[in-house]
């Protein structure tokens, strides 16, 4: 399968955000991340669609590849980072976690970028800061495989919306 070029990506995050407010199409793309991670080897433990982090995994076969990540989308060059998110990734770091920031800018060009809990400072970062060292490979990857899950689940996510992914995000738990 040929990769998405990015007029194709941004067009689906358009489509998204001109039938959804900001949260619910934030919160579309995060599960939409959460698939990613699950096609590239992950399983989800946890998501938080209304509180705590947005979601936690665990590689199926590297039980040291832990991670639990705090997601923002913006039309803005910076997210928003409030104490309480630093706190939760301080608590599930304390539990053997690598913790951070998946964002996502909804503009041409547009890639996550996963950033460390540690390059983390209130009240904002700039989206274009780009991916912490050392997880750049999960970023490709990732980046990757959310634009397959676009192309697989993108026109769920415009008619169903979020009770849409349900089945999807059931399976990555379960995997």
Known sequence: MKPMNDQERLKWLERLGERYNPRIRGKLLQRLLTLAFAEVGFRLEDEGLVEGLDFVIAHRQLSDERYAFEVRTSEQASV??????????????????????????????????????????????RVSIGTSSGWEKMAIDANHAFDRMLEKWGKVSLEQGLSGLDGPINNARNQ
């Open 80 to 125: 928003p980072i409030k104490p309480e998110d630093l706190q939760s990734l301080d608590e599930r770091a304390r539990t053997g976690y690598q913790t951070g920031i998946a964002a996502l800018r909804v503009a041409p060009g547009v890639k996550w970028i996963l950033v460390k809990r540690s390059w983390l400072q209130l009240p904002s970062i």
